[in-house]
Structures are given as structure tokens and as C-alpha cells.
């Protein structure tokens, strides 16, 4: 799920790069032009100031500055609309980044509590060997032999001879024939799993007889 994710967001992006090095590239070429002009209108004002000494028609210069400031102005409005539509462009990205990793999230979540809440495989599956004590995963109740910390599902399964649902260590009885099947470790007085085959208290006297 997560490399399925990462695939798309880095093929989503491919063209970012491209984008943004051409972005910068004009606003680059805007600076240089507004620069250019600057530099234009510097010389304009020499000249008009040499008008105003030699008493010369002054109205050619102030248009040509004012035309220059304009044009200026409008290069400078343009790398500003460019700026603003590089950030978006990234902002938008980031955005879908953070949209996409709270639905993984909220996927993985959800997967777990899946997890956490399918009930234990049968002793006598397949996938069961003979002789095979395989203790079941930690439940949502623990404290073998102790009353129920929380309300329990009644559809949900009962073991042992406390009759209570699955919870902390549990061993399996190797006689397939048992009617329990599965134990909690501190209703049949055991801190560990024991080596070899293991018996139930019941079957346990009805093999000895």
C-alpha cells in the first residue's frame, strides 16, 4: 500500500522540477528587464536635467521616463502573477501530500483494528500440525482467571474451563477429540508451554482409565 502510494505521488510530481527551473528562468528575465530599464530611465533623467539648463523643449524626456516607468511596472506586476503561481503550483502538491498520507494513515488504522478483531484459527485447520501448542495472540481483556475488565461481544466465542473468551497465553489440548480445545494458562496451572504433547485435565483422565 505504502510503495503503491509512493509510486504515484513521485510520478504525480515528475514534471515539478521542469516547471519551477523554467518559473525561476523568467522571473529571472524579468529582473534583468526591469533592471535594463532602470538603467534607461537613469539616462533620461540626465538628459532632462540637461533640458532644464539649456531651456529646451522638456515634454519629450518626461514622456519617454514615464513610458519606461510604466513598462517597469507592468514587468514587475508579471514576475509577481509568476511568483504566485509557483507557489500554488507547490502549495498544491503539498496539499495532495497531506490529503494522500491521512487516508493511508486512516487505512492503516482501520487494517490494524481489522486485525485486532478477527477471531483465532481453529486448532484442527490445515495448517495444524500434530503436537503443535501454538499459544494464541494477546485479546483486548487480559488477567487469566480474573473477572472481565470490559463488556464482551456474546456471539464471541468461549474456551477453557472458566468459559470465558480468549485472552492472554493460551495451549491447545493435542487430543482432537477434546470438547474445549483451548485453555488459559492460569486455569490449568501452567506459567509457561510445556515440551511435547500437552493434556487437558479431562482428556488427561480419560486417557489414564
Known sequence: MANAFLSS????????????????NMMHDLDQRVEDLLSEIQDCQHRYLTTLKT??????????????????HAYSDDKVQLAMQTYEMVD????????????????????????????????RSDNKKPGDQTALPFSLISGAGEGLDM????????????????????????????PVEWFHFACVGLTSKPKGNWFCPRCSKDIGK
Open 55 to 72: 531651456n529646451t523643449d522638456k515634454s519629450k524626456c518626461l514622456s519617454e521616463i514615464k513610458e519606461k516607468f510604466d513598462q517597469s
Open 9 to 24: 505521488y513521485l510520478e504525480s510530481i515528475n514534471s515539478v522540477p521542469g516547471e519551477l527551473q523554467r518559473n525561476f
Open 151 to 178: 463488556p464482551v461481544d456474546p456471539n464471541e466465542p468461549t474456551y477453557c474451563l472458566c468459559h470465558q473468551v480468549s485472552y492472554g497465553e493460551m495451549i491447545g489440548c493435542d487430543n482432537t477429540d477434546c
Open 92 to 123: 498544491k502538491h503539498i496539499r495532495r501530500l497531506d490529503t494522500d498520507l491521512q487516508r493511508l494513515e486512516a487505512k492503516q488504522r482501520s487494517s490494524e483494528k481489522t486485525s485486532e478483531s478477527r477471531m483465532f484459527v481453529d486448532k
